[in-house]
């Protein structure tokens, strides 16, 4: 909220709405060129989203410690005492935000693989 003076009274204002994307500015309106020459659109909404569950931060801050770590989904829900199937789910949606990336698989029992990743 807002306060704005109308005359001799002060009045409360409601905030400006916020945009839910972004997009940088072309080249012709601020004179210099964009990366890629195009514009960049921003999901504001779904990149708050994706930091927001306090599992995938925890998940950022374990894989940070020490200069970084490279763990499995197993290794961090040991470490964070989480279940494995709810650890897993959330390792895959940072991966697929970027956030991470995968560093190594290694093969595993009966034809499966167990997945390493680390910060991106």
Request: charged share 25%; glycine share 10%.
């Amino acid at each position: 909220m807002a306060l704005s003076k109308n005359g001799d009274e002060t009045v409360l204002c409601p905030p400006e709405p916020v945009p839910r994307t972004a997009q940088r500015p072309s080249p012709d309106q601020n004179g210099r060129g964009a990366i890629g020459g195009g514009s960049l659109s921003v999901d504001w909404e779904r990149l708050s989203r994706t930091y927001i569950h306090p599992l995938r931060i925890s998940i950022l801050e374990v894989l940070g410690i020490d200069g970084g770590r490279v763990l499995s989904p197993t290794d961090l829900s040991r470490e964070l005492r989480h279940d494995l199937s709810n650890t897993d789910y959330h390792v895959r949606q940072l991966a697929k935000a970027g956030l991470i990336v995968l560093a190594y698989r290694r093969p595993g029992l009966r034809g499966s693989s167990e997945n390493f990743y680390r910060l991106a």
